[in-house]
């Protein structure tokens, strides 16, 4: 039987300044994973993104709302949740900024990163409101680092 | 970040030092090109080799930056791109839209 990893929670008021901190911890979080820097570098840039969008575009810049990112490792792979309390989105109606007319716009970018960056990104809106996103990265683990504990 | 400016041959050089990320850094590099050009440059290269991360906001400051130079019938380059900001500008294809040397002086030379 695999007992599961630990989850890392950090919850955040809805302010830019704190999304340092929330990338600091997730990649703190992670240490224990012994990472190589690239595979680390670009977890933390997909948190990054996926809070400043939930802090913009979720959130609305309401400071007194939150946004909650939950961190854990199952399977080989890194998994990041990120939920804020706004009103949803529709994928279907964010530009691509990849588009030719698009590539001099100076914002747009958030998803492009998140995708790049990530194996898999899902979205799940709340009945009564709030997005969550669910980030998956495929990890290499080193041998007898942070590899999930088997009971006997 | 910190961004310390310089003139050399003609041109403003813009040294950002850090991250140019969402809150601070972004912010950081748009007063820094708006000095320049409120100081007259029309001639600015950014060098990058002291920036260690660069998000989409950063990017965005970037691009922002760029349009509002040549609005003004000016120059924006960029030199001595680290490798992770290299990527981000590869993945949002802006590789393709900003004119980027590896070195100082090559960039210098091109203006």
């Given amino acids: 039987?695999?007992?599961?990893?630990?989850?890392?929670?950090?919850?955040?008021?809805?302010?830019?300044?704190?999304?340092?901190?929330?990338?600091?911890?997730?990649?703190?979080?992670?240490?224990?994973?012994?990472?190589?820097?690239?595979?680390?570098?670009?977890?933390?840039?997909?948190?990054?993104?996926?809070?400043?969008?939930?802090?913009?575009?979720?959130?609305?810049?309401?400071?007194?709302?939150?946004?909650?990112?939950?961190?854990?490792?199952?399977?080989?792979?890194?998994?990041?949740?990120?939920?804020?309390?706004?009103?949803?989105?529709?994928?279907?109606?964010?530009?691509?900024?990849?588009?030719?007319?698009?590539?001099?716009?100076?914002?747009?970018?958030?998803?492009?990163?998140?995708?790049?960056?990530?194996?898999?990104?899902?979205?799940?809106?709340?009945?009564?409101?709030?997005?969550?996103?669910?980030?998956?990265?495929?990890?290499t683990l080193a041998p007898k680092v942070a590899r999930p504990i088997e009971e006997e | 970040m910190k961004i310390s400016a310089r003139h050399r041959e003609g041109v403003t050089v813009l040294d950002p030092k850090g991250k140019i990320t969402i809150g601070a850094g972004d912010v950081a590099l748009r007063e820094a090109v708006g000095e320049a050009l409120v100081a007259g440059s029309s001639k600015i290269l950014i060098n990058l080799r002291g920036v260690s991360t660069c998000d989409s906001s950063g990017i965005g400051e970037m691009v922002a930056a760029y349009t509002t130079v040549k609005n003004r019938g000016g120059e924006l380059k960029l030199c001595a791109l680290p490798a992770k900001v290299s990527d981000v500008l590869q993945i949002t294809q802006l590789i393709t839209v900003f004119e980027i040397y590896d070195s100082e002086d090559e960039a210098i030379a091109s203006f």
Avoid at chain 1, 42 to 71: F, P, T, Y
């Fill in chain 1, 1 to 139: 039987m695999i007992v599961p990893q630990p989850e890392v929670l950090v919850a955040i008021s809805s302010k830019y300044e704190n999304i340092e901190f929330v990338q600091t911890a997730i990649e703190a979080s992670l240490f224990l994973l012994a990472l190589d820097e690239e595979t680390s570098f670009q977890i933390g840039l997909a948190v990054r993104e996926a809070v400043a969008n939930a802090i913009e575009h979720g959130n609305s810049e309401d400071a007194d709302k939150r946004v909650e990112v939950r961190c854990r490792c199952e399977n080989e792979r890194v998994v990041v949740q990120v939920r804020d309390e706004g009103e949803g989105f529709d994928l279907e109606n964010v530009p691509d900024p990849l588009e030719p007319n698009n590539l001099l716009n100076t914002s747009g970018r958030g998803i492009l990163f998140m995708n790049e960056f990530m194996d898999e990104i899902d979205y799940t809106f709340g009945a009564d409101g709030g997005t969550m996103v669910t980030m998956k990265k495929s990890i």
